[in-house]
């Protein structure tokens, strides 16, 4: 397993790669740093991220879940930055709306925070609900893509 941190505004971020893809992506730190190719990629697609200059990721990512788990977070990958969206929405894409409670378990699990998007998804009455990274961190995510993209609807995250 390789390893690379990045600091940015909002903490210390672990990136955990393979010798074939990014596994985590985590707020956490690490003493024993051992980067390979695949987390310098990532560690440069985040700073540009953080930099405001990019909101998609290319580096090969690949996390152990259920094929259920899979397609949430294939899914998560396709909400537009600046444009949150909830658990019942979220349910509908997937067509299995019904299946919010087991979504929202698979959003949860997701271990590569940013790269797939999981802070992307709110409560059903705009307020930011569940991120593995703190709530701050996720209203932080949130307006930080809107300011990309250039909207200011951040005051639905209270």
Same mark, same amino acid.
């Given at each position: ?54 909101? +998609? ?15 949430? &977070? ?50 059903? +009455? ?9 709530? &701050?961190?996720?209203? &932080? ?18």
């Amino acid at each position: 397993m390789f390893s690379d941190q990045l600091a940015t505004p909002i903490g210390n971020l672990l990136i955990e790669a393979d010798h074939s893809a990014v596994s985590s992506i985590q707020f956490r730190e690490k003493s024993d740093i051992r980067p390979n190719v695949l987390t310098e990629i990532a560690k440069t697609q985040l700073e540009a991220y953080f930099k405001g200059e990019n909101l +998609t990721f290319s580096f090969p990512m690949q996390q152990e879940g259920t094929p259920f788990q899979q397609k949430v &977070w294939e899914t998560l990958q396709s909400i537009q930055a600046g444009y949150p969206i909830s658990y019942a929405d979220l349910s509908v894409k997937l067509k299995n709306p019904l299946a919010i409670r087991a979504i929202a378990a698979a959003n949860g699990k997701n271990n590569l925070l940013i790269a797939v998007p999981c802070h992307r998804v709110i409560g059903s +009455t705009g307020k930011l609900v569940g991120y593995a990274g703190e709530l &701050w961190r996720k209203k &932080w995510l949130l307006e930080h893509e809107a300011r990309i993209i250039g909207i200011g609807q951040t005051s639905l995250f209270l």
